[in-house]
């Protein structure tokens, strides 16, 4: 079965991308996310994405699988989208943030021997797949990695990861993860609050 190395940001956006990959791939996560803020967010994500990864065949005959977990790295992030810090959400700071972590990805797949590499990002609606496959596509050429493209909300992609989130009873985030995107929630949160 062909390796595959799954970039993934939170669990519930990891729920069903794995399920579907598994029937064809033997996939490990990459945890991977230097834009998650603060650290104490970071770190509860990456504790929800363990507990995914362990398995239950109980839920919906998913496997478990491993996980490798990236450098967590904020200070490189800021470094790399400074200057964008007003732009809006799908703008171009997330554009250059799928770039630094599609790059680590494909780079640590590389370096693993994966044949494959992906992401679950596409699976969100404030995601730009066709960004997300564009880059992905280009990292493919570079690391010599087979990039898979693809849109996981589509055919009601994104309603399943929310079921099968409340499944598994995982914590969902009202944000991206990147300070940004929590100043904008919670800004929009006190506007409707008003």
Known sequence: MTKLLLHSCCAPCLTHPLLELQKDFEVTLFFYNPNIHPRTEYEMRLAEAKRYCRGSPAERGRKGCEILEGSYDPENWFEKIR??????????????????????????????????????????????????????????????????????????????????????????????????????TETKNDLLKN
């Open 83 to 184: 200057g964008l810090e007003d732009e809006p959400e799908r703008g171009k700071r997330c554009k250059i943030c799928y770039e630094i972590r599609l790059a680590k990805t494909a780079e640590t797949a590389a370096k693993l021997g994966f044949q494959t590499f992906a992401t679950t990002l596409s699976i969100s609606p404030h995601k730009n797949a066709n960004w997300l496959n564009e880059i992905g596509k280009d990292l493919e050429q570079k690391y010599d990695v087979k990039y898979l493209e693809s849109n996981w909300k589509k055919c009601e992609g994104f309603k399943k990861s929310l079921e099968l989130s409340a499944e598994a009873k995982l914590k969902r985030q009202n944000y991206c993860g990147c300070i940004y995107s929590r100043r904008a």
